[in-house]
């Protein structure tokens, strides 16, 4: 209960001057520039914004609403089965202010407290735990936020940014190279400070519950992330950091796994239980995609992100079809009843995985196809696969299945009969041809990507977006909605809301001279194959 209270204190703004004006002399402080900063208050909200790669970078706090979960729908994770609107793909616009206003600005206020001498030995600092370990936490944090934003935009303020307090209100616009070199550099300094326990108040550390040996795999696996990128861009470095990263250590079981933990309160809900159950919309659903490709592979992780339909006695897993107007969508669902996302999905307190131990392993077999690990590629996919499908519960689900087919009869047992042809282990899945690791390097490296691709559903977004970008894996259509408006792919990028810029012009404009338009059609400086 008190983790509950506190989970929804973060959601509104959070004042961290908790030592309260009790004494007359303190009438002329003002109370919105606190001199005093509870960094617990702080990560704990600072943590808060993590969602937003998986759904919505715009949402204020993790369960405000599921308005255009864009990265889920540019990975084709999503589908639309009644309002088609995003999936048209003429919404392509996005802001990064709260990450910069709210999350980012939080952790460089806790880094500024715990570099303070004063503040750094007060209680309001020293609660949390070791100086160097918040500061540590918080560059890992500031990496994972600063890699989403410029993959999402491109160019972004970096050096200058969050600097208002010195009088910077027009901070440029940094080089992804430049972005990308500094992260990895504060990554690794921060990885150099960081303890192998539990430090931090599990309380506050929503995340890790205060366990700094799995934030130094984090730490490991963000460098990762960034390494793999530059592949074509720049392979050289991306071998030397990526190798770095891979000695260090990181996400290596479902234990370590990034993950979010959301509460069984609306204030702090799964948006797509909010979604299905409190405002009843029903808005989005698996792909057919994503679904046929599943079914293609007889691959039972289906059954972990789309709940068979009963009413579809033949086909009881259909996934929504991308690049249909409202009509043909119509017309379609009434000989396909869709599946809805699956039950797990939509639990109001769902523990929401951004980075897994499955997508680092499979990190590891591409680096290791390219050479810039001694490893054993065929190895590192295996294993990975049994951890996706370990994590997504493949075994238990199947099980349930079993005991309902055993237990009930009619519409409910042709159903899951017909799902029956899915329920393999993942030993059965992994001895299949199609997805036994084959071919030439190139052709290894997109089985490798196509396996981040299906593990990736309900995770972080933007990099199975990236994955695509990058390889051109799976090959994803926009479909005829789409093309209608002129649309041909899936955008390169999002389109840089005019409220981030228009105050700072001058950089804007020095931003679009070396990137490129703001647009869909630019890409970004790492995907040039």
Not at 228 to 240: E, H, Q, Y
Not at 321 to 336: A, R, T, V
Request: glycine content about 6%; charged content about 25%.
């Amino acid at each position: 209960m008190k983790r509950h209270i506190l989970y929804s204190l973060a959601l509104g703004i959070v004042l961290t001057a908790l030592a309260g004006c009790g004494k007359f002399g303190d009438i002329n402080r003002d109370p919105n520039n606190p001199s005093n900063n509870d960094t617990r208050y702080l990560l704990l909200r600072a943590e808060q914004g993590v969602t937003g790669a998986v759904f919505s970078e715009s949402s204020l706090a993790p369960s405000t609403n599921l308005y255009n979960p864009w990265a889920q729908f540019y990975p084709q994770y999503f589908g639309e089965g009644k309002n088609i609107q995003y999936t048209a793909l003429n919404i392509n616009n996005g802001s990064a202010s709260n990450y910069y206003t709210i999350f980012l600005r939080n952790l460089k206020v806790i880094i500024d407290a715990n570099n303070d001498k004063e503040q750094a030995s007060s209680a309001f600092v020293s609660k949390l735990g070791p100086n160097k370990d918040q500061i540590a936490i918080c560059k890992t944090l500031k990496a994972y936020y600063m890699m989403t934003i410029t993959d999402i935009y491109g160019m972004m303020p970096y050096t200058e940014m969050i600097k208002g307090e010195e009088g910077n209100f027009t901070p440029k616009f940094d080089s992804m190279e430049e972005i990308y070199t500094g992260l990895d550099k504060e990554l690794q300094e921060a990885y150099a400070t960081m303890s192998d326990r539990k430090t931090i108040d599990p309380t506050f550390d929503i995340i890790y519950g205060g366990d700094m040996s799995k934030w130094k795999k984090l730490n490991a696996s963000l460098r990762m992330c960034l390494a793999i990128k530059l592949s074509d861009v720049a392979p050289d470095t991306g071998k030397a950091r990526f190798a770095a990263a891979y000695r260090d250590g990181a996400l290596s079981d479902n234990e370590d796994n990034m993950v979010y933990p959301y509460l069984p309160e609306n204030s702090n809900a799964n948006p797509v239980y909010v979604n299905y159950f409190i405002d009843r919309r029903v808005d989005f659903y698996p792909t057919n995609t994503l679904v046929n490709a599943f079914l293609d592979l007889k691959d039972g992780r289906v059954l972990a992100y789309a709940k068979p339909n009963l009413d579809n006695k033949n086909n009881p897993i259909t996934g929504a079809p991308w690049g249909y107007d409202k009509q043909e969508m119509g017309n379609f669902k009434q000989e396909n009843p869709l599946s809805f996302l699956a039950d797990n999905l939509t639990k109001q307190d769902y523990h929401l995985v951004l980075i897994s131990a499955a997508k680092v392993k499979l990190m590891c077999a591409e680096a290791a196809l390219r050479g810039w690990i001694s490893a054993d590629p065929e190895a590192l996919y295996e294993e990975a696969i049994r951890l996706s499908f370990e994590e997504k519960n493949v075994a238990g689900i199947a099980e349930s299945l079993r005991l309902q087919e055993a237990g009930d009869a009619g519409t409910v047992l042709d159903a899951v009969q017909n799902v029956n042809h899915l329920l393999l282990s993942a030993d059965e899945y992994l001895a299949q041809p199609k997805v036994k690791l084959s071919g030439s390097t190139e052709e290894k490296i997109k089985q490798v990507a196509y396996q981040r691709w299906l593990n990736g559903f309900m995770q972080h977004g933007v990099e199975a977006w990236s994955d695509w970008r990058r390889l051109g894996v799976p090959e994803l259509k926009v479909g005829g909605y789409a093309e209608q408006s002129g649309i041909t792919h899936i955008p390169y990028r999002r389109v840089l809301s005019t409220d981030d810029w228009d105050q700072n012009r001058d950089n804007y404009n020095a931003m679009i001279s070396a990137q490129g338009e703001n647009s869909i059609d630019t890409r970004i400086w790492w995907d040039i194959k």
